[in-house]
């Protein structure tokens, strides 16, 4: 009995024994697998069924209208028209000139504001001028030795006293420095460092809420193709009142932002938490023009030494008097943020404010340097003097009007929509101090939008916010009907197939740097994706990126190019569209292409000029348009 239990004991275990030994084997057998060089390149694709016919084959499928395809980054299968995608899309038809402003203006260029209104707008009560907007732009492109001038060396940005400028930044280590650096000094920007500005650094001011979407990623990316980066700083404000943790999730949790990192670490890009302040400071007002009313007789002091001297301000022992708002103000507040924000960062830190739906197109220096910067834009067409849109503006930190339009929106019951303290400053005299330029110089469409457009259309010549995003042949009507420039040279589309950023064959993927083949992540990006140099190369071999044809191609190149895209204005504005996806061959797509190929090293920007910053990931594709 005993004996027979030894021996079923020993079966037990020799049975056990080889269960193990196979597992050992399948599992060995698995990391030789993966372990292969030639399986793990492959293994990094998401598309392993169609390259290498292993893996559940439901992942490609061919279908009427394409190649179902689905890459690392994307959640979804991507359907491709092997004859027409962007894999092997031309970026255009027309050789493109990317260097059509010339050289950047000189770091202390100073453009005559009130030259440009006027040639814009004509008399102040007349504005003959002012729905002329063609004439406008032509100004703007083509007579920058009229109205850009370089002061003399005393009175240029550069040779001021850091310590007194208005930014509290602006040497670059915190107005600590008497002078700031020469020119010839000046270190250019690399990779790491973003170089040193030989003048005032001045702050441009974005407001944003929620995760970073396209619109994040376009206007970063349009800042960073036309400004001046070593004399500029991107201060990305993110409301904190509503998320705390925005900042915090901006920098560790957000998928597109991501590729801004290396920016942030640079220098070029400054996260901001937004939380409405309860105490502003203001200058006091000397002349009785800001509209504080004073009271004859201040209050008496609090413990703290401040004592009241007039509605919602408060003088500290100092003599420093302060705007204070009350709790029950506070919780209005947030209703109409993004109105406010501007006024009250512009007022405390000066500089330039800019909507996220804006794409800048020229550096805007020229126009921030001048002691008086104070401006915005023309609300459409309205003739009234006091209908401003304050999507851009600038505003000279703890000034009198900065003071004034700050105070003004907790006069008009915490209302700062433009056209309430526009109106509110023509009634009371201060309007001319806050220049307004017209419509041209920022948001060239939008007199043609509202129909009060005369003479000439611009070129391109659109009718509606839509068009900038519309590539489909045909989609646009007469866009061109104002062009007189000289004949654009076309390409040959057998020759010029592959995408700008695409033309890279297998040596180039062996070459490149590690992350350039590493797997795309996952992304937060409204579905859209990525595709490696891997996958690519791999779509190719497989037949899936085959040759061009043209007939075939819902979005053909054609004869746009960046330097004809309102041409001479300072921005572009998209006006919200949030939910629209440039498509391919459009205004924008071009635009994108341009800064892909810029960034890429392989273009120069509109000043001819190189990339050297950190490396910067192309836009990303949308799985309906490839």
Not at 94 to 120: F, I, N, Q, S, W
Not at 255 to 282: H, N, Q, T, Y
Not at 491 to 518: F, H, I, W, Y
Request: net charge negative.
């Amino acid at each position: 009995m005993a004996e027979s239990s030894r021996t079923r004991a020993f079966f037990v275990l020799l049975k056990n024994l080889v269960l193990a030994a196979g597992v050992y084997a399948i599992l060995y057998g698995i990391i030789t697998l993966v372990s292969d060089s030639n399986v793990g390149a492959k293994g990094k694709l998401g598309i392993p069924a169609f390259l290498d016919k292993t893996g559940p084959t439901e992942l490609i499928k061919t279908t009427k209208s394409g190649v179902q395809v689905k890459f690392a980054s994307s959640t979804k299968t991507v359907t491709i028209n092997p004859h027409a995608n962007v894999f092997n899309r031309p970026a255009s038809a027309v050789k493109a000139k990317d260097d059509y402003m010339g050289p950047r203006p000189h770091v202390d260029t100073e453009a005559d504001l009130h030259m440009l209104v006027e040639e814009c707008r004509g008399t102040y009560t007349g504005i003959e001028k002012m729905r002329n907007v063609f004439d406008c732009l032509q100004f703007f492109a083509n007579d920058e030795e009229r109205y850009y001038t370089l002061p003399e060396h005393a009175e240029r940005a550069s040779a001021q006293d850091p310590r007194q400028a208005e930014y509290v930044d602006a040497d670059g280590h915190g107005r600590t420095l008497d002078k700031y650096v020469l020119v010839d000094q000046a270190k250019p920007a690399n990779g790491s460092n973003i170089g040193t500005c030989p003048g005032p650094i001045v702050p441009y001011h974005v407001y944003w809420t929620g995760p970073a979407t396209w619109r994040v990623e376009v206007f970063i990316k349009s800042y960073l193709y036309t400004q001046n980066l070593a004399c500029s700083r991107l201060w990305l404000w993110l409301d904190s009142d509503r998320n705390p943790h925005a900042v915090d999730d901006m920098l560790n949790k957000d998928a597109l932002f991501a590729r801004f990192l290396p920016f942030v670490e640079r220098g070029d890009v400054v996260l901001k938490a937004w939380k409405f302040p309860s105490r502003i400071p203001l200058p006091k007002d000397e002349d009785n023009r800001n509209g504080y009313g004073y009271y004859s007789t201040p209050g008496r002091p609090n413990p703290q030494g401040e004592k009241a001297v007039a509605e919602n301000i408060v003088e500290d022992k100092d003599g420093q008097q302060w705007l204070v708002l009350t709790p029950k103000q506070m919780t209005f507040l947030p209703v109409a943020v993004s109105d406010a924000v501007r006024f009250v960062v512009l007022h405390i830190h000066g500089g330039a404010y800019f909507d996220m739906d804006v794409l800048m197109l020229r550096d805007m220096r020229p126009l921030l340097l001048p002691k008086e910067h104070a401006f915005a834009e023309r609300w459409a067409a309205h003739p009234h003097p006091g209908d401003y849109n304050t999507a851009i503006m600038s505003l000279t930190a703890n000034s009198s009007i900065s003071a004034y339009m700050l105070y003004g929106g907790i006069r008009m019951g915490l209302n700062f929509h433009p056209r309430v303290l526009g109106r509110m400053a023509w009634k009371e005299s201060r309007d001319q101090e806050f220049l307004m330029l017209e419509t041209a110089a920022f948001d060239p469409i939008w007199t043609e939008f509202n129909w009060d457009r005369e003479g000439r259309c611009t070129v391109p010549c659109l009718r509606d916010y839509g068009a900038a995003f519309r590539g489909r042949e045909g989609a646009l009507k007469d866009e061109w009907e104002s062009y007189d420039g000289p004949q654009l040279k076309t390409l040959d589309l057998k020759e010029t197939q592959s995408n700008e950023l695409r033309k890279r064959g297998r040596e180039d993927v062996e070459n490149a740097p590690a992350s350039a083949s590493a797997p795309t992540p996952k992304s937060e990006h409204m579905d859209s994706f990525q595709a490696t140099l891997d996958e690519e190369v791999e779509l190719r071999k497989a037949g899936v990126v085959a040759d061009y044809v043209l007939t075939e191609d819902k979005f053909p190149p054609n004869n746009r190019t960046l330097e004809n895209f309102f041409r001479g204005a300072w921005t572009y504005h998209i006006h919200n569209q949030w939910l629209k996806h440039p498509e391919p061959s459009s205004w924008l797509s071009i635009l994108e292409q341009a800064q892909d190929g810029f960034f890429a090293g392989e273009r120069v920007n509109l000043y001819g000029e190189k990339w050297t910053g950190p490396s910067l990931m192309p836009y990303n594709y949308w799985p309906e348009y490839v």
